[in-house]
């Protein structure tokens, strides 16, 4: 008999729930696809498992022994699946301070839900590492071009703050518009920062731009009094630096925040952490 492991959960989740309905929601798919997975069960044992009506789902008597042999056999194989999943290790990517409490929550669920652990892996170009496959996924911030194949997931969008070193001009205001930035000298992370000339029309783009190729340089360029940055809200909360201040910036445009992967890179994995991640 040619029975597969989708039809024992189907079956498995059905009478455990005592509903169509309810067991197609456990296991994300549509109602008439898991009728017609359990008819197929049903059509290859040659026996009646459920006794359907219009307001209720009961086992039979067939069903309830086959049931405890069914919910064994699954049991047994999550335990192997565990013991495997240990092993299994997802590199997720990210080139500056990943969003919180973003971060902390969706790993945590992530391992706790699959058993395998998140490497975390800090580095300039995460796309370009991802397209190198040294990574399985990556957490990418603003308007970016992906790889060639590869899918790209909106998460969220992160507010804009401004950033200057203590000794700049801008410490005076209580305020930068977004308009106004084009008047002053603007520090700019090529590789993987989320504002630069490109975030505004060419007629309203700043005049001078200093270019680093990374946060840290980014960061101490702005320390230095070279110019003032653009970054998002969460650099406030997580940057301990004495020569930098922060000043709000008005009218601006939010920074998208958006995972980047392969389908074909560990798409089981992938697709429970892009469970995980999904904005709660």
């Not at 044992?45 to 064994?72: I, K, M, N």
């Not at 190729?213 to 004495?242: C, F, K, M, S």
Request: with cysteine; charged share 20%; hydrophobic share 40%.
């Amino acid at each position: 008999m040619d029975v597969e492991l989708r039809h024992l959960r189907a079956f498995a989740s059905v009478a455990r729930h005592r509903s169509f309905s309810r067991a197609a929601e456990e296991l994300l798919i549509t109602q008439p696809a898991l009728s017609r997975t359990i008819a197929q069960l049903e059509g290859k044992l040659s026996v009646r498992l459920l006794d359907r009506s219009s307001r209720h789902v009961e086992l039979t008597g067939t069903g309830a022994e086959f049931l405890v042999h069914a919910e064994r056999v699954l049991a047994t194989l999550d335990q192997a699946l565990a013991v495997v999943s240990h092993r299994v290790t997802l590199r997720l990517g990210f080139s500056w301070l990943l969003p919180d409490p973003w971060a902390q929550q969706t790993v945590s669920r992530f391992e706790e839900t699959t058993g395998a652990t998140v490497a975390l892996t800090r580095t300039d170009d995460p796309l370009q590492a991802l397209g190198r496959r040294a990574l399985d996924i990556a957490v990418i911030r603003g308007d970016v071009e992906a790889p060639r194949g590869a899918r790209t997931v909106h998460l969220f969008d992160e507010p804009r703050i401004a950033v200057c070193s203590e000794h700049s001009d801008l410490t005076r205001f209580g305020h930068l518009d977004w308009r106004d930035v084009q008047h002053w000298t603007l520090v700019v992370n090529t590789v993987s920062g989320t504002t630069g000339p490109w975030s505004w029309p060419t007629d309203e783009r700043p005049a001078q731009i200093i270019e680093t190729a990374n946060y840290d340089e980014w960061l101490e360029t702005v320390a230095a009094n070279r110019g003032i940055g653009i970054v998002p809200e969460v650099a406030q909360r997580r940057t301990q630096h004495p020569a930098v201040r922060f000043v709000p910036l008005t009218s601006a445009p939010p920074s998208p925040v958006s995972l980047v992967h392969f389908s074909d890179a560990q798409p089981t994995l992938i697709r429970r952490f892009l469970d995980a991640a999904a904005p709660q």
